[in-house]
C-alpha cells in the first residue's frame, strides 16, 4: 500500500491511482507571512512507499515546498519516495545554447534525483536527449499521452492532418499518425527568441479536403503555433484545431490562440480550462 500525496491541482490524477494499492495521504502547505512555505504531513507514512503528485509548471514556485515535503516524508520513516509529476519542467535547455549558459536541465534533475528515489512523468521534452535516464540518475518511467489524443482526434475530427510545428514533434506526431491512420508532417523551426521563431511549411495543396490539426508537446508563449497558424492562413488553411499535451500558456497565448484556431485543447497534465483529454489514468 503507498501514500499518495497531491498539490493543488493534481487531485484528480491523484485519485486515479487504484484505491486497492494507494490511500491519499494529508498534508498542510501554506505559507508564514514572510512568504516561505509551511509543510505538516498528517498520515502514517513510515515503512511505506510515498507517491507525491506534482505537476512542475511553475517550478521555481512548487520546487521548494515539493523537497520540503519529501524530505519531511523521509525524516518520518518513508521507506521509498516517488515523483509523479505529469509535466516535466526545466527539461528544455538540454545544453548550452550560448557562451556563459548552463543546462537547466540537468541542474534541475541533480535537484529531484537527490531527494526523490523515482519520477514518473509523461511526455517530457526529450528532442536532444533521447532517453530521461540521460538526465536523470534516479529509477524513472516515461508515459505517453498520445494514445488518448489519438483517441480525442478519432471521436472528434474527420479527415484529420497532422501537423506538428518543428522537427521535435515528430515523435508524438508519428505515433499519433500510427494508432488513427492519419497522415502527418512536420514543420522546420528556427528559435530566434523566447517568441521569435520562424517556421517553414511544405505545400500542403494535396491536403486541401483535410481539417489540419495542430499538435505539440508544450506551448508557453504560444509564439510557435501561432507562426505555423499564420502559415496555413496563407495557403488557405484557417481556423485549425490545436492540441498540447502539455498546456502552460504563459501569459495571453491561450486568448491570443482562441481567436485563430477553432478549438485549443490540452491534455490535463497542467490544470487548465482547456483540459479536455483525460490523461489520468495513465498513472493508474
Ligand atoms: C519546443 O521545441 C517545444 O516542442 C514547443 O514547440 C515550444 O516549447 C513551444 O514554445 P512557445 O509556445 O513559447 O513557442
Known sequence: MSVV????????IAASLSKDQHQLGEFTWRHFPDGESYLRIHSEVSKQHVIIVCSLNEPDRKTIPLLFLAKTARSLGAQKISL??????????DRVFHSGEGINAKYYAELLSATFDEIVTIDPHLHRQHDLSDVYSIENKVLHATKPIGEWILQHVKSPLLLGPDEESEQWLSEISRTINAPYICLTKQRFGDQDVTLAMPDLSEYKQHHVVLVDDIISSGGTMLEAIKLLAKQGFSKPMVIVVHPIFAQDSYQKLQQVSANVISCNTISHASNEIDIANLFG
Not at 85 to 90: G, I, Q, V
Open 5 to 12: 500525496f497531491a498539490f493543488p491541482g493534481n487531485e484528480a
Open 84 to 93: 509523479y509529476a505529469p509535466y516535466l519542467a526545466y527539461m528544455r535547455q
